[in-house]
């Protein structure tokens, strides 16, 4: 026995074994585990005659196709499975003067394999392990010593580790070929059809050459390096035969399949690329959209050219994932994609700054301008303070500094909108009530609010003003004498205070103060649009009517005070005292409309408020005429019971007798007659009252 004890044995079977184990574990990735079943393969063919030479060239085509990957693995398990039985074979066949094999037939082994494994069972797998142990572990196949054997191989040992790293090394030149040769062409000038071809004709060319240098390497260096190698010219032409057969398919093969992969991976680039620019071109249509609708005349062009690349753009990701099946089909695309819209969308991006700078500008003059002019009408407006957007700040920025710009035009299209409708209502009230009740210009400033820029629809209600003004000019300061007038009657009732304040008491301080409120009003400068001074004036005549009502009802209240007082006094009911009849009626009625007047038209109110105007005086006179009346009855009584004495002692009473004033005696004596002529038979005679007897 060569290792007698069992240990030793265990030992051989576990070192057998092991790399089979480590190997295995590390195998993670499919073309780990087509490399390992590769060089399985490969060790498969050395079982045979007629074919033990195709497993260098079928290694050679995957270590040049698959360009080193997994070269490793399939080396390891062709080197861990035919190295033993190798040696298996020596040992039994060994004959002094014999070199080890290396690169040769295994059909002598695989008989004694393939007589102990009849069928597929952990019993007939038993029968081969005791094949392969008593192989290593007994005499030789000839009944001879296993020293020899073992020398010699030992002996030859070097040169073929040499021989195995030489080709390891032309192995690993030729993946290295295979990998590093398609660079330099992708840098030439070839055309891309044809550097597609070259990189996958290289690995054959270089499998079959790498496959002719080993078979003639292993016949020049069997000799020296003491090793034993079956090959000979038929051989070499039949490896490279196969090799290319082999190489050939297998290329064409990985090239489809590399053909596959590329289309899906060229596919998706160019998706997600088209995505990309999407949205950055719809990111630049979303701002210009918040310019209004529609956009700006400025930004029209650019807009339309950013829809029909984001149209391109949609249609091309939807090719991109149901579209084109060949690459043919999709290079265009990413050319077109990746250079043309690329270069399109960069544009747009500065275009588009460009174009945001310039309206900013143009909004900016036209809202300073609007300002302006509306001022220069003679309407007041506040304007907020505009801070510029720096020169390199962002696009977004930019929009929200146009859009605030837009909106303080806005605010100054809704002033304007307000004010001229109040304009417009007055101008129908006081001086054309046939107008329609909203004016056209107006409503169709407020339909275009939302559509047009701010400045168009001001430059259309300044339009509409100073139209306006040419028509109404005249009328609109005739409408002022009314509020002049009303001043000027209230201020005089104020310098009557002599008259006026025994008769009027506190009444009078009341009417001093209103008059007090009233004050000749300033209507604007002479060269401002007389429409927009409708609105003081209207807001004045309000004002104005507001405190001659108050005035107004002050007397009228104190004549009906006065009338009360009169009548009660009277000392008869028939009397004709010289009540004014119509007067309390007539204030009664225009006061019903001027104390209303937010109920009434202008036009009606300021008719009524020059019938209270002109009732002022009469009032007055009235009050005064009243107030006498009422003293005069207040001592009626007294100098009642005069006359009857006087007419008792003498029968006969002038006005001397009295002792008042001549206009109020002849008012007692008349009293008394009327008061007493059923009584007393009496008659007037000249300017004394006489007893008839």
């Given at each position: ?40 393969l ?30 490793i ?12 039985l ?21 059909d ?43 020398s ?57 050459f ?28 039949l ?14 093969s990985?090239?489809i ?38 956009i ?5 062009s650019?807009h ?22 060949t ?46 002019e ?9 304007l907020?303070?505009?801070?510029d ?39 129908c ?11 056209p210009?107006?409503?169709?400033s ?60 506190d ?39 507001d ?63 020059y ?24 001592n ?8 009857g ?28 007659l009327?008061?007493h ?9 000249g ?7």
């Amino acid at each position: 026995l060569l290792f007698p004890p069992p240990w030793v044995r265990i030992l051989v079977m576990v070192v057998l074994l092991l790399p089979f184990f480590l190997v295995s574990t590390q195998l993670f990735t499919n073309i780990a585990i087509i490399s390992m079943d590769i060089g399985i393969l490969a060790v498969s063919l050395l079982f045979f005659k007629s074919t033990y030479y195709l497993a260098s060239p079928i290694i050679l085509v995957f270590a040049t196709i698959y360009r080193k990957r997994g070269l490793i693995v399939t080396f390891s398990y062709y080197l861990f499975i035919s190295l033993p039985l190798q040696v298996m074979q020596y040992l039994k066949t060994f004959q002094v003067g014999m070199v080890p094999p290396l690169y040769t037939p295994l059909d002598v082994i695989f008989t004694d394999i393939q007589q102990a494994m009849e069928q597929v069972s952990l019993e007939e797998i038993q029968k081969i392990l005791g094949v392969i142990m008593r192989q290593i572990l007994m005499l030789n196949g000839n009944g001879g010593d296993l020293q020899p054997a073992l020398s010699s191989y030992v002996n030859s040992f070097p040169g073929m580790i040499f021989f195995i790293l030489i080709i390891s090394a032309l192995i690993s030149v030729a993946a290295l070929l295979t990998l590093k040769l398609p660079e330099p062409l992708k840098r030439s000038r070839l055309p891309r059809r044809y550097m597609d071809t070259l990189i996958y004709v290289i690995p054959v060319g270089v499998a079959i050459f790498t496959n002719m240098v080993f078979f003639v390497l292993l016949d020049i260096l069997q000799g020296p390096l003491a090793f034993q190698a079956s090959v000979d010219p038929t051989i070499l032409m039949l490896s490279t035969s196969f090799t290319l057969f082999l190489s050939a398919p297998v290329s064409l093969s990985k090239y489809i399949v590399d053909l596959r992969d590329v289309l899906a991976d060229r596919k998706a680039e160019l998706k997600n690329r088209a995505e990309s620019l999407l949205e950055e071109v719809d990111h630049y249509i979303w701002l210009m959209n918040l310019l209004g609708d529609p956009i700006p005349q400025g930004f029209i062009s650019l807009h339309t050219r950013m829809l029909i690349v984001a149209d391109e753009l949609k249609d091309t990701i939807a090719l991109s994932s149901d579209g084109p099946s060949t690459l043919k089909e999709v290079d265009p695309l990413m050319r077109r994609v990746f250079t043309h819209l690329q270069d399109e969308v960069s544009n747009f991006r500065w275009q588009l700054d460009i174009a945001l700078d310039d309206y900013y500008i143009k909004i900016k003059f036209e809202f300073l301008e609007s300002a302006r002019e509306i001022r220069e009408l003679g309407l007041e407006v506040e304007l907020p303070e505009i801070r510029d957007p720096p020169k390199d700040a962002p696009l977004e920025e930019k929009v929200e500094s146009i859009l605030w710009v837009m909106d303080a035009g806005g605010n100054l299209v809704d002033k304007l909108i307000s004010t001229s409708d109040k304009i417009y209502e007055i101008i129908c009230s006081l001086f054309e009530p046939s107008l329609p009740g909203v004016s056209p210009i107006i409503q169709i400033s407020k339909e275009k609010q939302e559509s047009d820029e701010p400045w168009v629809i001001i430059e259309a209600i300044l339009a509409s003003l100073r139209n306006w003004e040419k028509q109404y000019s005249a009328e609109i300061m005739r409408s002022t004498k009314p509020i002049q007038d009303s001043v000027e009657a209230v201020i005089e009732l104020r310098k009557r205070e002599g008259a006026l304040l025994p008769i009027l008491g506190d009444r009078f301080t009341l009417i001093s103060d209103l008059a007090g409120k009233l004050e000749v009003r300033d209507f604007g400068r002479e060269d401002d649009l007389k429409v927009l001074r409708v609105i003081l004036i209207r807001d004045t005549i309000f004002s104005t009517v507001d405190v001659v009502a108050r005035v107004v009802g002050v007397l009228y209240d104190h004549l009906r005070e006065l009338e009360a007082d009169i009548d009660s006094l009277m000392p008869m009911e028939d009397y004709e005292w010289n009540k004014n009849l119509t007067l309390i009626d007539r204030m009664n009625t225009s006061l019903g409309v001027i104390n209303h007047y937010e109920s009434h038209e202008i036009n009606e109110i300021i008719s009524h408020l020059y019938r209270v105007l002109s009732y002022i005086d009469e009032a007055v006179d009235t009050v005064q005429y009243y107030n006498e009346r009422k003293e005069l009855l207040l001592n009626y009584r007294i100098l009642e019971k005069k006359i009857g004495r006087i007419l008792a002692d003498n029968d006969q009473v002038s006005l001397d007798d009295l002792g008042v004033s001549e206009k109020f005696g002849r008012e007692y004596l008349k009293l008394y007659l009327r008061g007493h002529y059923t009584e007393i038979p009496l008659e007037e005679v000249g300017s004394s009252l006489r007893r008839v007897s």
